[in-house]
Structure formats: C-alpha cells, structure tokens
C-alpha cells in the first residue's frame, strides 16, 4: 500500500477521535437548558412558597379574628339587653328615692315589707348586672371625663376644683370596660383649677 493511499484513512481516524463542533455545541447547549429549566423550577417553587406563606397568614388572621369576635360577643352580646335593664334599676332608685330616709327607718308592717322587698330586688339585679360584667360608674367627687360623663348643667362651687362632679343625676354603666351608658351628671364651676401634681396623679 503506498503512502497516499494510507493518508485518507489516517486523516479519518484523526477526525473521528476529535469531538466536532456540532457536538460540542449540542452539549453545551444542553447545559443551558438545564441551567434555565433549573431556574424556571426554582422560581415556581418561591412562587408557590411565596402563596403558601401568604394563604397560612390569612388563615391566622382569619381564625385571630373569628377567635376575637367570639370573645367579645360573650361579653359585649347582652349590651342592648343589658342597657334596656338599666332602665328597670333606675326605675327601683327612684322607687325608694322618694320615700325620705327617716320615714324609710320608722316603716312597719305592710309598707315595710314593700320597701324591703325593693331594696332586695334591686340588690339582686344589680348583683346580677355585676356577674355579666356591667359596672357602675363612680362619678360624683371625680374629675369630669367626656367619656365616662355626661354633664347636664354646671353648679357655681368656690369649694371645689372646677370640672368636679358635684352631683349625679343619672348613674352611668360599663360593660367589658366600655361605656354603656355615660353617667349624667352636674360639673363644678368657678372653683380653683387641679394643681398639676393632681392631674398628673389623676393620670397615671
């Protein structure tokens, strides 16, 4: 065999144990796709992590929420009941309001009896107004508060600071540390102001 009969098969061995282009571009080229197929996956699953995170808030603030309103209906649920019995205790004060204090102490019998027995019964509701968590709201001899008191006319008193509550006409109620029914009240005028050592105290 002579040399340039050898040269073709040698130049084709040569060939054939060297990667062509197009080889080493198919493997490259799959690496690419692999690396942008990586990333898609990756971001669909933050995408999804990202909604997953979102719902589970939601559905804790929901179940904060729903726990919250359970809450304040156990104890803001008879408020329109319990302002409608309100009515039935201020009816009893004034019951045994006008019978005077002295006639009340020297009663007998049957008119004894009737007194006792409303004293008792309004006792008892305000017991029971108690237990549900309505409270009565000390106004008279305290400082004068928009949210708590309702003033109906001021009294001229040098005696006391002015803005004190001097005198209660109606009794006022909380429920649940809310104001049901703000207190009517008369306000002092006229008077020295609260030193700022009291109001300060008064608010702390």
């Not at 040269?7 to 197009?22: H, R």
């Not at 205790?89 to 009896?113: H, M, N, P, Q, Y």
């Not at 006792?116 to 029971?128: M, V």
């Amino acid at each position: 065999m002579t040399e340039d009969n050898r040269k073709p098969a040698d130049a084709s061995d040569e060939v054939a144990g060297t990667p062509s282009e197009e080889t080493v571009g198919a493997a490259e080229n799959g690496e690419d796709g692999f690396a942008a197929e990586r990333e898609r996956y990756e971001a669909e699953i933050a995408a999804l992590k990202d909604k997953f995170l979102r719902a589970f808030a939601e559905a804790d603030n929901v179940r904060r929420r729903a726990e919250r309103e359970v809450a304040d209906a156990k104890v803001y649920g008879i408020t329109g009941f319990a302002r409608d019995v309100l009515s039935l205790s201020d009816d009893f004060e004034r019951a045994l309001g006008v019978i005077d204090a002295d006639a009340r102490a020297t009663a007998e019998g049957t008119l004894k009896t009737v007194l006792d027995g409303i004293e008792l019964t309004a006792r008892s509701l305000n017991q029971t107004l108690t237990k549900h968590g309505v409270a009565r709201i000390e106004a008279e001899g305290a400082k004068f508060d928009p949210n708590l008191h309702q003033a109906m006319f001021e009294v001229p008193n040098a005696e006391v600071p002015s803005g004190t509550v001097v005198q209660v006409i109606q009794p006022g109620y909380t429920i649940g540390g809310r104001v049901l029914r703000p207190a009517l009240v008369g306000v002092s005028k006229g008077g020295p102001k609260a030193a700022p050592a009291e109001t300060q105290s008064s608010q702390s």
